[in-house]
């Protein structure tokens, strides 16, 4: 490479078309999938900017190894995996693309809770197991009526609640914001006590606090509904696993779906195996569409950066 070339490093895999423009916009472009934070501690000081999605973590120790880096982007919503401080001291500038998978992730909590009414999954393993189950899965819940309870009404929160507002349902919120930028007609905004006694199905759409502490734990499945449906495709963080295990041997939960965990992959398999559990292996932002928008953010801000 010509020695003046800005260089970029990704680590996690992003859609080709990004690193075409990039390429094409003369930027030295190295692909380096799942590389260990001690990997990547050693090469980052070659790079003027890094692209990260969630499964690499830019902490105090590669921050401080990356001597020349301008600009870290993360490919997605969360910088929840990047130690923003350590950027900032260093004058690091971190760039997302909050806008990029809105639909997407809506459209992932959506489906997770008709499949989790029906518990859809398990009757599709239980058919391709040769059996035919009917009267086991004759106790679906239909969602038109049901109130849904959002936790987080920002964008990705709104949309699915005008979603589940379309199917019949009432949707209620919780937001820190007094005006949350998610809010639509029909929304009834409540404190989270007050929606976790009223929500028949839960979604969380916010990010993980700062301190890590778990949004939903032992005291808020405590003031849900029997039987309520859980639905995260946020950050794993945000419920609290062991309550979880437990709301769902009591019964308190009657299903809850999860497209995050508290460790990605999760080494405990309790929970991904319990019979009233649907996951998912953080798929919110992986559709086609959102990958795409996303690609062509990505190089836009690399290539304005530097
Ligand atoms: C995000 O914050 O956008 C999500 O974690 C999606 C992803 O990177 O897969």
Redesign the pocket.
């Known amino acids: 490479l010509p020695v003046d070339r800005a260089r970029v490093l990704v680590c996690d895999p992003i859609p080709a078309v990004a690193i075409e423009r990039m390429r094409a916009g003369g930027l030295g472009v190295d692909e380096k999938d799942g590389l260990s934070p001690e990997a990547l501690e050693t090469l980052i000081g070659g790079y003027d900017a890094v692209v990260v ?2 499964a690499t973590r830019l902490g105090a120790r590669q921050i401080a190894a990356a001597r020349r880096l301008r600009v870290i982007v993360r ?4 910088t929840d995996n990047i130690d923003l401080a350590a950027a900032a001291s260093r004058d690091i500038a971190v760039l997302n693309t909050p806008k990029a ?1 809105t639909g997407s992730v809506a459209e992932l909590a959506l489906g997770l809770f008709l499949a989790l009414a029906r518990r859809i999954p398990q009757a599709d393993a239980a058919v391709k197991s040769g059996r035919w189950p009917k009267k086991a899965f004759s106790d679906g819940i239909e969602l038109a009526g049901k109130t849904l309870g959002i936790i987080g009404v920002g964008r990705i929160g709104g949309t699915l609640g005008r979603c589940a507002s379309a199917l019949g349902m009432a949707v209620v919120g919780a937001d820190k914001a007094a005006e949350p930028v998610g809010r639509f007609e029909g929304l009834e905004l409540l404190s989270l006590e007050e929606l976790l006694a009223r929500a028949d199905l839960v979604s969380l759409h916010t990010p993980p606090s700062e301190e890590g502490r778990a949004v939903i734990g032992w005291e808020e499945f405590a003031r849900m509904k029997e039987g309520v449906l859980l639905v995260n495709c946020a950050r794993g963080g945000l419920v609290d696993e062991e309550a979880l295990l437990a709301a769902l041997e009591s019964g308190k939960v009657r299903g809850a779906a999860l497209d995050v965990f508290a460790g990605e992959p999760p080494r405990d398999l309790r929970l991904a195996r319990h019979p009233h559990v649907i996951c998912t292996p ?1 798929l ?3 559709t086609r569409e959102a990958q795409a928008r996303i690609g062509v953010e990505i190089a836009q801000i690399l290539l304005e950066q530097l």
Do not use: I, K
Request: charged content about 10%.
């Open positions: 999605r969630s490919a997605g919503v969360g998978s953080h919110g932002a992986s």
